[in-house]
């Protein structure tokens, strides 16, 4: 750990500046890390001086003013334990949202510190709130970023749910969201023990049953298509991604739920609508608006006469979409390894 002293300093200076410094950052490209440094070096340098102060001082501190120090200071260990943990990940890991709470805690003690060294005047309420002002905009500014990182996010885990809840092993789905392919689908059984996650809902339990047997089919209702089917995975069964486009008939409201059924009419699988696959297609849906688009998964050796059916929001009755209008070639994900990495088909 002595020899990477200067690593963990730049790690920890880059966090506590990341709050503000990826605000700022975001105008000026290029900038992010380094400002985030630079900011965080001012950081430390106050949390020094004031460290400085409350020791010359320690005497005659009022104990709420040594309580917000100690609380400055709690903060600030917590990122230097960060930094110790984290410093082979590089700096630009510092910046991630996650550690940005008790790097804002230990800004906002170290303000209330410095304010409460004296009685407060009109002039210094008045040069606070002024200086209060631009962060606040800054604030505002950043929100849209950490909009767009929600959707992504959410987007992702959108994807995966169906191969979670058909069993299907979609390497290169599960590796979006978990290192280890494998490990969603083998803690699987717990999930549906407990009840708990995506197996929460009702229609979880209706895989491997007659679909008319929760459902009735119902003519109209939702305009879409099945578009395309691609076998992904060999195990634990023949594995299929499924991707289309639906909507409501008389609105352009997207169907949230989606059931794929065999030709004997048993439920083999299920789809997530009202998705942008954009990033994991490579190109805009033939029909429909960006977010109308669906992504599924299904068990099955053959996709002959496998149907799609939009699930409708009272749970009981549902539209055909219809069958896949094209298999495309096999791409099977093969598992990770350090030869091969998450999504690098094993053939194609």
């Known amino acids: 750990m002595f020899g990477r002293l200067g690593a963990i300093g730049v790690y920890a200076l880059v966090e506590l500046g990341g709050p503000v410094g990826v605000t700022i950052g975001d105008l000026l490209p290029g900038r992010r890390?380094?400002?985030?440094?630079?900011?965080?070096?001012?950081?430390?340098?106050?949390?020094?001086?004031s460290g400085w102060r409350m020791l010359r001082r320690r005497d005659d501190q009022p104990p709420a003013r040594a309580a917000t120090f100690a609380l400055c200071a709690f903060a600030f260990g917590m990122v230097l334990l960060t930094a110790i943990g984290r410093v082979n990940f590089g700096p630009g890991q510092a910046l991630a949202s996650r550690y940005q709470t008790p790097v804002i805690v230990f800004w906002l003690t170290l303000v209330l510190f410095g304010a409460s060294g004296r009685e407060p005047t009109a002039r210094m309420r008045t040069g606070l709130m002024l200086l209060a002002l631009p962060?606040?905009?800054?604030?505002?500014?950043?929100?849209?970023?950490?909009?767009?990182?929600?959707?992504?996010?959410?987007?992702?885990r959108n994807w995966v749910i169906p191969a979670v809840l058909a069993n299907v092993a979609d390497g290169q789905i599960?590796?979006?969201?978990?290192?280890?392919?494998?490990?969603?689908?083998?803690?699987?059984?717990?999930?549906?023990?407990?009840?708990?996650?995506?197996?929460?809902?009702?229609?979880?339990?209706?895989?491997?049953?007659?679909?008319?047997?929760?459902?009735?089919?119902?003519?109209?209702?939702?305009?879409?298509?099945?578009?395309?089917?691609?076998?992904?995975?060999?195990t634990p069964t023949p594995g299929w991604r499924a991707t289309g486009w639906v909507r409501l008939a008389k609105s352009r409201q997207a169907h949230p739920r989606i059931l794929l059924a065999s030709a004997a009419g048993e439920v083999i699988g299920y789809g997530l609508g009202g998705?942008?696959?954009?990033?994991?297609?490579?190109?805009?849906?033939?029909?429909?608006?960006?977010?109308?688009?669906?992504?599924?998964?299904?068990?099955?050796?053959?996709?002959?006469?496998?149907?799609?059916?939009?699930?409708?929001?009272?749970?009981?009755?549902?539209?055909?979409?219809?069958?896949?209008?094209?298999?495309?070639?096999?791409?099977?994900?093969?598992?990770?390894?350090?030869?091969?990495?998450?999504?690098?088909?094993?053939?194609?």
């Open 174 to 234: 599960l590796a979006v969201t978990y290192p280890d392919p494998p490990t969603p689908l083998a803690r699987r059984p717990l999930l549906v023990a407990a009840r708990t996650s995506v197996f929460a809902d009702a229609w979880s339990t209706w895989l491997g049953t007659p679909l008319r047997a929760h459902v009735t089919v119902t003519p109209g209702g939702c305009v879409g298509e099945f578009g395309a089917t691609r076998r992904v995975a060999d």
């Open 33 to 49: 890390l380094a400002l985030s440094a630079e900011l965080g070096a001012i950081g430390a340098a106050l949390f020094a001086f």
């Open 135 to 156: 962060l606040q905009v800054l604030l505002v500014t950043s929100e849209a970023q950490f909009v767009a990182v929600a959707r992504g996010a959410t987007a992702v």
């Open 275 to 348: 998705q942008d696959l954009r990033r994991l297609t490579g190109k805009i849906p033939a029909g429909g608006a960006l977010d109308h688009e669906w992504i599924g998964a299904f068990s099955g050796r053959d996709p002959t006469g496998v149907t799609a059916f939009a699930l409708m929001d009272d749970g009981h009755t549902t539209c055909r979409i219809g069958e896949a209008l094209a298999v495309l070639p096999e791409a099977i994900y093969a598992p990770v390894s350090p030869a091969n990495q998450p999504g690098k088909p094993r053939s194609q």
